[in-house]
């Protein structure tokens, strides 16, 4: 294999041919002119043989240090015509000339190798720095990083193995290399001691060999670096999943517990033989357990939709709906606390795009939250308009409000930010209201409510728009 640094073989011709047409072409046109002095001709020839080094690199510039000598011989230094040298003045101009043009050929020629040996380097360097750029960026570095190498070699296909075993691959791989000097097709390059890498395609000269290595260096990092973010996420999820686990059933052990003690407190009372009650205490009794019992229901409505929703299991049918049918119903669902919520929308409201009942359920749980945190004198507001092709439903309330930077941590399940008060339920009712928004195809995000509380704007895609 030729050294690194060599010059191509195409500018070794090219030298060669200068050479063997520029040199005697030199002299013709010598013959052909006045008389020069024989100093002259030799800083002529000096100057063919450094132009023939800065073309074809050394050898061809040693062939013309040869020839130049004999044609200055030959042709220019008396006697004319021999290959003897009459004049010592002659003989030392001549030996000065082939010192010199030796030198120069050596120096240009080193010139030029020590060039294209930096080309190489800038290029090494440039390949190093989009590699190091591909292992930093995008969610499979080590397959973007395969990928690079593939297309920076032109191979047909690159193989990541470990301990013999495939862990990633690009392209489409070549059957076997033929047996038999110089048919060889495959490059493995070691990146670890548990590491190899498999380059299929045409051979990989010293100076590919040497980047191809960076590479292999570089992909045992980005096989590291996606399976310590693979082990870090599988970690979030398990903490995550311990964390709501740990929330549902804290929640579930007061939230479902309190409602359905108080409905089995009041069926006790009325079964119970030692206290007659009066048709007003049990018909208090009974709406007490009635309550209990539609908290309860709602509890576990919200506990089956968010499960739902998290698996991505929740289905429901879309279709142009008016608001001035959904928001009373969803009203009526309250009951009395529901008949104390203004309500503002236009006559000319288009219809929105939604799923009646899911839509019902978000208002409901919006509303309701609004109510939990409003004061008495103030009920929440409903407030619908268009916005392009978007319905605005803005739930207002003027409570105490939730700081800025908590305004997203309202919406995680199991958060009860601010309550007052231990019978809120499970905290699920702004989380499952955002899913079910989004699975809609539109946002739920908070805003400040002027004056002070905490605005909720629900936007769904308006009729005919979705």
């Known amino acids: 294999m030729e050294p690194a640094t060599a010059l191509s073989r195409e500018r070794r011709l090219a030298g060669f041919a200068a050479v063997l047409l520029g040199l005697p072409a030199l ?15 030799i800083l002529l020839y000096l100057a063919a043989v ?47 000339f082939v010192v010199i043009t030796l030198a ?6 080193t010139a030029a190798r020590r060039t294209r040996q930096a080309a190489l380097a800038s290029a090494e360097a440039r390949t190093l720095a989009m590699v190091a750029g591909s292992v ?3 969610a499979r570095p080590l397959i973007a990083l395969l990928e690079r190498l593939r297309e920076t070699f032109e191979l047909s296909s690159v193989t990541l193995l470990e301990d013999g075993e495939v862990v990633a691959a690009v392209g489409q791989p070549d059957p076997p290399p033929p047996a038999g000097p110089g048919a060889r097709t495959e490059v493995r390059v ?20 040497r980047v191809v290595a960076a590479f292999a260096a570089q992909a045992a990092v980005a096989l590291r670096q996606e399976r310590l973010a693979a082990e870090a996420a599988a970690a979030k999820q398990l903490a995550e999943a311990d964390r709501m686990r740990s929330a549902l059933l804290a929640a579930v052990s007061h939230d479902l517990r309190t409602p359905l003690a108080s409905a089995k407190a009041a069926v006790d009372s009325l079964r119970g033989s030692e206290v007659l009650f009066d048709a007003e205490d049990r018909a208090e009794l009974l709406a007490t357990a009635d309550e209990s019992l539609e908290r309860l229901d709602r509890l576990v409505a919200n506990l089956l939709d968010m499960s739902r929703l998290q698996a991505g299991a929740l289905g429901f049918t879309a279709i142009d ?12 669902d309250l009951g009395p606390p529901g008949r104390e919520i203004a309500v503002h929308i236009p006559d000319d409201l288009p219809p929105v795009h939604a799923d009646p009942g899911l839509l019902e359920r978000v208002l409901a749980n919006l509303i309701t939250n609004a109510l939990r945190y409003s004061p008495a004198d103030r009920p929440p507001t409903v407030v619908v308009s268009a916005a392009g092709d978007t319905i605005e439903l803005r739930i207002v309330d003027h409570g105490p409000g939730i700081p800025q930077d908590r305004w997203d941590d309202v919406f995680l399940p199991f958060q009860r930010l601010g309550d007052r008060d231990n019978e809120t339920g499970v905290g699920l009712g702004l989380a499952l209201s955002r899913g079910l928004a989004e699975a809609m195809g539109g946002t739920l995000t908070p805003e400040r409510t002027p004056g002070g509380g905490l605005t909720m704007i629900l936007a769904l895609p308006a009729g005919g728009h979705a």
């Open 50 to 96: 450094v132009a023939v080094a800065m073309v074809g690199g050394r050898w061809p510039a040693l062939l013309a240090v040869a020839a130049s000598f004999l044609l200055l011989n030959w042709f220019f230094t008396a006697p004319v015509g021999r290959l003897t040298i009459a004049e010592p003045d002659n003989l030392i101009a001549l030996a000065v």
């Open 136 to 138: 930093l960026r995008g």
């Open 321 to 332: 709906v008016g608001a001035e049918e959904v928001v009373p119903r969803a009203l009526d």
């Open 27 to 41: 002299t013709l046109l010598l013959h052909l002119a006045p008389p020069l002095s024989l100093t002259t001709d």
């Open 190 to 209: 070691r990146a670890d001691e548990h590491l190899v890498m498999v380059l299929r395609g045409r051979p990989l000269e010293a100076p590919a060999r």
């Open 104 to 109: 120069v050929s050596w120096v240009v020629d």
